[in-house]
């Protein structure tokens, strides 16, 4: 009598389901993990500014005023908000603001003596000398790099050259937020991300109105603290393309944009920005572009 042969293994058939199955899910699952992953990011980018907030307060309490955001340092070279963001916070050279500093966008004393390590290319190492002992014991290390990566603007120009700088010096220093992008890198071939815009309130001023221009000074905040920044044509755009972040106003007259990004919503009648008594942070968020939906906030947005 013949035994039966029991059938072993799948068919192709039966194979060719499963796979289905599988290539279902995942393409279920791979959008909801990509937004898991941003949102992650979003909340490491809330706990950067809860850090360079603190800071901030440090520097209130030792001056008596958060830093300046001006455009421009006093001797009217370009050194816009997110350079003196950096240099109040972690200095230029990523060692800590030196007391002495006028927030020059060469890092010099009134007397136009060099107070950082060139910046952020060139840092003392030990045993230190006398001058370098006495500059460090100096300084006022008011953020952990861990928490801010200190990145000079030639990072992030890449294969737009030089001559898209604008009027800054290449080595002037900004902190860069959470969203490392693989097409910008450091000196050490780390990834960075984009600039942290900072605007400083007047609390003095009245109003939070576009039309009113660059001109009038009336406004709480003033766009053009870092219109010259966001005006650089970012890296991973054609480098022959006149193209910029959404929140660029090439006409200068009437920056809509970034008063609508930081108008409070719950003043209805008068427009007031948000947070008007001290000073705004921005993110450009997982895109890179400053004025898009993924941008991120130091207030609640």
Known sequence: MKSKVEKMGFTIVELLTVMSIIVILLSLLLPSLGAVRRYARKVRQKGQFHEIAKCLEMFRIEY??????????????????????????????????????????????????????????TKPTSPYTKEEEENL????????EEAAKVVPIQTLLGNVGFGNVQNFDPCCPVLCDVFARTELTDQDGEKVGMPVLYYKADPAKLTHDPNQGYSSRTNIYNYDDNHELVGIQVRWSDATATWHHPIYDTSQSSPDLFYKLTK?????????????DSYLLISAGWDGLYGTRDDVFNFGR
Do not use: I, W
Request: aromatic share 8%; charged share 35%; hydrophobic share 25%.
């Open 137 to 144: 014991r100096s300084r006022r290390p008011l953020c952990l």
């Open 264 to 276: 409070d919503p719950d003043v209805k009648v008068v427009g007031k920005p948000e947070k008007p």
């Open 64 to 121: 008596d005023t958060y830093p300046d955001s001006s455009p421009f340092d006093l001797e009217g070279d370009s050194y816009c908000g997110a350079m003196k963001l950096c240099e109040a916070v972690m200095g230029q050279d990523g060692l800590g603001l030196h007391p002495d500093s006028r927030f020059d966008d060469l890092g010099r004393d009134k007397d136009n003596e060099d107070l950082y390590y060139n910046r952020v290319t």
